[in-house]
């Protein structure tokens, strides 16, 4: 398993931290903790809504109206960004905290809806297939060597760690090689295989006046050792095939990511086809750790800066995470020949980020089936970006097993820790990020994210087969599909159309379909590409004017691929042939 073929997307530079909070959002009371969710509970009413950004969308008119478009006129405008619905505009009262056989919770529901705390749920230590096995189970041993007279034996493996992460909690100020010397101690077999060069280089390089690091390292060591306090409940595997959830409080997930970083975790250390958790991603941190770059340099900084935050008792978060792992059954799908919805609001501009400027709708990740991708290796695009500005997002390979074709990842309430410009070699960690959202009556902020894999092509041609565009319509309906009335709209931009090789239009269209067939509007990024954004908003124009359904545009899109597959090397320009497609007197458009 590689955790490095993510999806490469341009995500635009974003040259400040103020990019990230829309004029809108200055100045407001941002009560980005729990005390908000015990004034719902005690009949204070909802928090005052977080309006969409309205700038972008009057942007996408000004462009609209200016350039040159159909009949020697305008290009059509289609909607602006503030028409779509937004999380906030939902007046989403959920109700009080509930679990199910499906839904595991880890805080106490009955404590949380009565006096809004999130307390630890009571539970017992599971060493099964269906939980994360944790590290400080019973269950969990080592082989200690013999020394002296003692002979050698099993001992418990939580025993090692809280030794060796004990010492390093108690030091004033710690190092790269002291973090080194206490993880390879309950990890002796990987002595020889694990590196931990970019650790002590990057302790090394960064600025003095950033360098908090030999501090941050203790109180990350106490943070860990804190795991039989904070999650008393086992934590449930998201397994393929079946729809479940799994709730977590942000202090929660901060503690497992800590014993991520000192790669507590057992039994997931190896990607062998015969292991155990060959199906999920990897999550100890030893890959981010080890095998220097100036990309490993970065990604650092961003975590770090998770840790600086989570181990300040002003600062660590309070509220809590949904992971949803959602599966389409096979009667559920649509059947895209006879689909006889039409296409839906569509808001386009070449300008802003699905992460910024797709606040409060649901945003796209576009994702690897290993979910976060290369996040904890080289990979440094949109889904890791994603990750690293969200860090919580990270604890989801935790849990998640790979996704299948029918099935995506929703997270509800992840926060943002940072901000950050470029992508790829050129992405820079910015500095923190204020998040501005307000949270739900679950306590989760009113953030949403949906990850759904685009097919990885090897070659470009591969994709023009009804085959591939019935698996990707399938997958992003799977993504886009509502439970019910009051979900936001959908932000999303060029999925798969980097190092996946997606056709850029073909993408555009096959997500104007699963949106039409989901009934949800799309704001549509194309992260500077201008070109696509003229050509989909003059597309999508033309499929509102003539009242075209999700049935003729797939049966058009089966004439397209047919086209292709005739046309030899040379390319045939989807947007154009729908526009043909209509007669002479479209083609111009």
């Not at 008792?313 to 649509?334: A, I, M, Q």
């Not at 994702?367 to 976060?372: D, E, H, L, N, Q």
């Not at 949109?382 to 969200?390: A, G, R, S, V, W």
């Not at 699963?514 to 033309?542: I, M």
Request: hydrophobic share 35%; with cysteine; glycine share 8%.
């Amino acid at each position: 398993m590689s955790g490095d073929i993510s999806d490469s997307h341009v995500t635009p530079v974003r040259a400040s931290a103020a990019e990230l909070d829309p004029p809108e959002m200055a100045g407001r009371d941002h009560r980005n903790n729990s005390s908000q969710v015990r004034g719902l509970l005690q009949g204070e009413g909802q928090a005052p809504p977080c309006s969409p950004p309205s700038s972008p969308g009057a942007v996408g008119r000004r462009r609209g109206e200016t350039g040159e478009g159909a009949r020697g006129g305008a290009p059509p405008p289609g909607c602006g960004l503030a028409d779509l619905k937004h999380l906030p505009h939902s007046t989403e009262r959920r109700g009080h905290l509930t679990f199910s056989r499906t839904d595991a919770v880890l805080v106490n529901v009955e404590v949380f809806n009565r006096e809004g705390r999130l307390v630890p749920q009571q539970g017992v230590d599971v060493w099964t297939s269906s939980a994360v096995k944790m590290p400080c189970s019973p269950s969990s041993s080592m082989v200690k060597s013999a020394s002296g007279f003692k002979a050698a034996g099993p001992v418990r493996r939580w025993e090692v760690i809280s030794k060796q992460l004990g010492a390093l909690a108690r030091k004033t100020a710690a190092s790269a090689e002291d973090v080194e010397a206490a993880v390879m101690k309950y990890n002796p077999k990987y002595k020889d295989q694990w590196s931990f060069d970019a650790l002590r280089r990057f302790v090394k390089i960064v600025p003095e006046t950033e360098n908090y690091f030999p501090k941050l390292f203790p109180k990350m060591a106490a943070l860990a050792l804190r795991l039989p306090d904070y999650v008393k409940k086992s934590v449930p595997l998201l397994r393929r095939g079946e729809a479940a959830s799994v709730t977590l409080s942000q202090v929660q997930i901060s503690c497992l990511l800590a014993n991520a970083f000192f790669c507590t975790f057992p039994h997931r250390n190896t990607t062998s086809s015969t292991a155990e958790y060959h199906g999920y991603p990897s999550i100890n941190f030893n890959s981010l750790l080890g095998q220097w770059s100036e990309r490993k340099k970065e990604k650092l900084r961003a975590v770090l800066h998770y840790f600086h935050v989570v181990t300040e008792e002003k600062s660590k978060p309070e509220g809590l995470v949904t992971f949803e792992r959602r599966c389409v059954r096979d009667s559920d799908l649509v059947n895209w020949g006879s689909c006889k919805d039409k296409m839906n609001k569509l808001y386009v501009s070449s300008h802003g980020t699905i992460e910024t400027h797709g606040t409060g709708l649901l945003q796209v990740d576009f994702a690897s089936s290993w979910i976060g991708g290369g996040v904890l290796g080289s990979g440094l695009v949109q889904e890791e970006i994603l990750f690293l500005m969200n860090p919580e997002l990270i604890v989801s390979r935790l849990f998640t097993e790979k996704l299948a074709d029918n099935e995506c990842l929703m997270v509800t309430g992840s926060q943002q820790f940072s901000s950050y410009s470029g992508f790829g070699d050129s992405f820079e960690w910015a500095g923190p990020h204020q998040d501005p959202l307000f949270r739900d009556t679950w306590a989760r902020l009113q953030r949403r994210i949906v990850a759904i894999d685009a097919e990885h092509f090897k070659q470009r041609r591969d994709q023009y087969n009804m085959i591939s565009v019935r698996r990707e319509l399938n997958k992003a309906f799977c993504g886009f599909r509502r439970r019910d009335v009051d979900e936001p709209d959908v932000a999303t931009g060029k999925w798969g159309c980097g190092a996946f090789n997606g056709d850029p239009q073909l993408k555009a269209t096959i997500q104007l379909m699963a949106a039409a067939a989901a009934r949800r509007g799309l704001a549509f990024f194309t992260f500077g590409d201008e070109e696509l954004e003229l050509g989909l908003r003059r597309t999508h124009h033309l499929l509102v004017e003539e009242g075209v359904t999700v049935e003729k545009l797939f049966r058009l899109l089966e004439d397209f691929c047919a086209a292709q597959q005739a046309s030899g090397r040379s390319h045939v320009d989807l947007f154009h042939f729908i526009r043909t497609s209509f007669g002479p007197s479209r083609s111009h458009l």
